[in-house]
């Protein structure tokens, strides 16, 4: 290669390390916004809980462009602004052509699972190749990122807590910008974006020398410039995302809508009305989340009493135990406005109605508001975009209805995070919430909960019956009830009713105080009226043995918890500290059946957590191929690294607690920050940006590295405790206040957690560069092994916290830091010591 020479192993003049400073922030501003880029678009392409694809392999991409640094020997010989300038034109040649990959290569991820012949077999073999081709392609976009960091750092010396400083600053500065990017021009032009940013500094940093190597990178940067340009001046000439084969894939017509959202994408697609008795002619629309059903959206001229198809629709429920129109209703996850439609229908005096998705709320307040009535304009309905649990929460009004109409889909789930690291949580259905909604009704107020059900009953095979959600549902609002005053006899407050039409969609009525005689036979006697449905439950009344049925009218707690573990799943209640309400097998079931075919019926059937497993044994092999079979090839110089085994354990421990430490903090300020896109951006952005100052600060401490980090370590135990113990009833005594208030209190709740996080790293890697005759492989070496055990603990995070909450998960990531701290003492004595010692 014909590289400039390097200058700088031993000493960096002033404009260098300036230069130095805006290469790493550039590029890790570029390689963060590529990362939540690329978790939309896998979102919207396979299934929310691919996202952790993304996250992993961006991880083992960084780190194994750690190991490159260490194998490859013309990049140790290379200059940085050499290996700066071509890594970042390969970064964005492989950007480029991963997009064009990813979204065009098709796939049927759920063949994965099918298996019972050969045809089914040699087809799951095929879409497993398809998704190894798709994590290359991501894995691929990273590794030149990896070398750009790895030999920066490697080789600072003294500067390495400012560049690690810059790199974390950047990172965050990413985090408060790639929302608003992504609702503004979409993940794909962010994704071009990152590739622009990345050709930048390629071209740039470009050594001014005419050998081969930079005259025909030179080139093909010019051309990679032309074709980015090209693409962010004409949107169109990026490629279009094909969808799973098992989603639905958008047609533009002239009254249909597209649009990026930080929640899902929505799709508004034309369709002919599905109801022949809607007063008004003409199409509906069907909203897709993310390339899969979301909601309806119909016509409406104004005339809320010509609305008689809900006359005989399950809608009319609430209404008819209720006996008087509601005086005031809030309704959570409005939608597309068909409940609003069934509330003024039957005379609903006051709707207060949220919606998560703007784009969605945008819609009826935009493009689509002549075609539904101006719903958002009317006097009596009050449209807010927002988290519903937090205006709830917020609220000061008492209800006569709260209605929950299937506020979550699978594709909110994590997509509601910009594919931050959650799988399938919800805190609208935790035990916690529950009680919320019980408190703001009006003396004879309901709470009505009504969401799809996949398998709530089968007449031929009762056994095989699977009522999941409605049964967690039920043992949850049982669990709540006990801890309320008022509900001596929780039986006497829940009615049950199922729509069995296509699939089933069952109706929970939950009351503050008994339901009186009357309203029990007024709900026995409007069901059977209604279209496809039927009683479940009604005290005194109607029980028809089915578990939704058991657990509601249990006489006790002791009988609610028998008849939830006789079930065949994972059905117990849930509360905010482990809030996966969709989450029916523990892991333990699901690896016992991992190579069991799924018939594809029940997406429910493990699928995600199997998802999961498959996504941990991907970034296990992927970190065997990239991070630790090269050494094999370099076994004398593998040998000769001093004191492997402490600084291995050191490092794989930062990323393990890291990890945990910062997806269990999301996770626990989705509730408090009202939006979990609003969570995810201000809590990784704190962390990142303290973390960074951490990382500056930690040079005053160089020559006694040891004692800083023990009194960090005392630091994160002081704030594990408090988060375990104070955290829930601090924020939960915030949660009225305005929107900037709360951004800024969360911020003080985690910038010590980020600033000691932050010192770790840099006293880590300062300690093992002076370890042998060849710190800068040594520091990349541990880059790399932080690398692995990161990309396992993005992923280890949510299976535990699944299990055990995410407060033992913070208390695991503390026990993560002492064994770290333990390893640093020994590397320290070490280094002080003068000792080179062979592992």
């Given amino acids: 290669m014909s590289l400039t020479a390097p200058t700088d192993s031993v000493l960096i003049n002033s404009r260098e390390r300036?230069?130095?400073?805006v290469a790493i922030a550039v590029v890790s501003l570029a390689g963060l916004l590529l990362e939540v880029g690329y978790t939309r678009i896998v979102s919207y392409k396979l299934w929310y809980y691919y996202t952790y694809l993304v996250i992993g392999l961006a991880l083992l991409g960084i780190g194994s462009g750690g190991i490159a640094v260490t194998l490859i020997p013309a990049l140790k010989r290379a200059?940085?602004?050499?290996?700066?300038?071509?890594?970042?034109?390969?970064?964005?040649?492989?950007?480029?052509g991963g997009t064009f990959v990813i979204a065009k290569l098709r796939i049927d991820t759920a063949r994965i699972?099918?298996?019972d012949d050969w045809t089914q077999a040699r087809s799951a073999l095929k879409q497993i190749a398809s998704l190894g081709i798709i994590c290359f392609a991501i894995f691929a976009t990273f590794v030149s990122l990896g070398i750009i960091l790895s030999t920066l750092l490697g080789r600072a010396r003294e500067d390495i807590g400012k560049l690690y400083f810059a790199d974390l600053a950047a990172a965050g500065l990413a985090c408060v910008i790639a929302i608003p990017l992504i609702s503004a021009v979409g993940p794909p032009t962010v994704v071009i974006m990152a590739a622009a940013l990345f050709l930048g500094v390629g071209l740039v940093f470009l050594p001014r020398t005419r050998g081969f190597v930079v005259v025909a990178h030179g080139l093909i940067g010019g051309l990679t410039a032309v074709v980015l340009v090209a693409m962010l001046i004409n949107n169109s000439l990026i490629p279009s995302i094909i969808?799973?084969?098992k989603k639905m894939a958008f047609a533009p017509s002239e009254n249909s809508s597209s649009d990026w959202g930080p929640v899902f994408r929505v799709d508004a697609l034309e369709v002919p009305n599905p109801r022949p008795d809607w007063p008004v002619p003409g199409t509906s629309w069907l909203l897709l989340h993310d390339a899969t059903f979301g909601a309806g959206m119909h016509r409406f001229d104004g005339d809320a009493a010509a609305l008689t198809y809900y006359d005989t629709d399950p809608r009319r429920i609430p209404f008819e135990v209720l006996g008087t129109p509601p005086r005031n209703e809030l309704i959570i996850g409005s939608a597309g406005g068909n409940e609003i439609l069934a509330s003024l229908h039957f005379g609903a005096k006051d709707i207060d109605a949220v919606e998560l998705n703007p784009v969605t709320v945008e819609m009826l307040k935009g493009d689509f508001a002549?075609?539904?009535?101006?719903?958002?304009?009317?006097e009596d309905v009050h449209l807010h975009q927002g988290d519903g649990r937090t205006y709830l929460a917020r609220s000061y009004e008492k209800y006569d209805l709260i209605w929950f109409v299937a506020p979550d889909s699978y594709a909110a789930n994590n997509a509601a995070s910009s594919g931050s690291f959650v799988l399938s949580e919800s805190y609208l259905y935790t035990s916690e919430m529950i009680a919320e909604s019980l408190e703001h009704l009006?003396?004879?107020?309901?709470?009505v909960v009504q969401f799809g059900e996949l398998r709530f009953a089968n007449k031929e095979h009762p056994e095989q019956a699977r009522p999941n959600r409605t049964s967690r549902y039920l043992a949850t609002a049982r669990h709540a009830m006990n801890g309320l005053d008022g509900f001596e006899e929780?039986?006497?407050h829940i009615l049950v009713a199922v729509e069995e039409s296509a699939g089933a969609q069952p109706a929970i009525v939950l009351k503050r105080t008994p339901f009186t005689e009357q309203q029990v036979a007024d709900f026995a006697e409007t069901v059977p009226q209604l279209k496809d449905t039927r009683l479940v439950y009604a005290p005194g009344v109607f029980n028809d043995g089915s578990f939704p049925a058991r657990i509601a009218g249990a006489t006790d707690e002791k009988a609610v918890a028998e008849i939830v573990a006789s079930y065949p799943g994972e059905i117990g209640p849930i509360t905010d500290d482990g809030p996966f309400f969709w989450h029916f097998k523990n892991y333990r079931t699901v690896l016992g059946e991992m190579t069991n075919s799924w018939d594809g019926l029940d997406p429910e059937d493990s699928i995600g957590e199997r998802v999961l497993v498959l996504l941990l044994g991907f970034a296990i092999l992927y970190a065997a191929a990239f991070l630790l079979v090269p050494f094999i090839f370099v076994r004398k110089k593998w040998r000769a690294l001093p004191a492997k085994g402490p600084s291995a354990i050191f490092f794989a421990c930062l990323g393990f607690g890291f990890m945990f430490y910062e997806i269990s903090m999301i996770q626990r300020l989705v509730q408090f920050l009202g939006y979990p896109t609003m969570s995810l951006t201000v809590t990784l952005a704190t962390i990142l940006i303290t973390t960074g100052i951490g990382a500056l600060v930690s040079k005053r401490y160089s020559q006694n590295p040891t004692r800083a980090l023990i009194r960090c370590l005392g630091a994160l135990g002081v704030l594990t405790i408090a988060y375990r113990y104070g955290l829930a009833e601090f924020t939960d005594s915030l949660l009225g206040a305005s929107v900037g208030l709360r951004i800024l209190v969360s911020i003080v709740v985690l910038a010590p957690l980020g600033f000691c996080l932050g010192m770790f790293m840099p006293l880590g890697l300062g300690t093992v560069s002076q370890l042998g005759d060849d710190g800068e492989s040594y520091t990349a070496w541990a880059w790399a092994v932080n690398g692995f055990f990161s990309v396992i603990g993005s992923v280890l995070t949510t299976i535990l916290a699944m299990e055990f909450g995410f407060s033992t998960v913070q208390a695991i990531a503390w026990f993560f830091y002492v064994i770290a701290a333990l390893s640093f003492v020994r590397l320290n004595r070490r280094v002080s010591q003068g000792h080179s010692l062979v592992a």
């Avoid at 300036?18 to 400073?21: F, I, P």
């Avoid at 200059?79 to 480029?96: D, F, Q, V, Y």
């Avoid at 002549?370 to 009317?378: K, M, Y």
């Fill in 243 to 245: 969808p799973d084969t």
């Fill in 370 to 378: 002549d075609e539904t009535g101006h719903l958002a304009e009317r």
């Fill in 113 to 115: 699972w099918s298996h």
């Fill in 79 to 96: 200059s940085s602004r050499s290996i700066i300038a071509l890594c970042s034109i390969w970064g964005a040649i492989t950007t480029l």
């Fill in 18 to 21: 300036s230069r130095n400073l």
């Fill in 490 to 492: 929780p039986e006497n």
């Fill in 442 to 447: 009006s003396d004879n107020g309901l709470v």
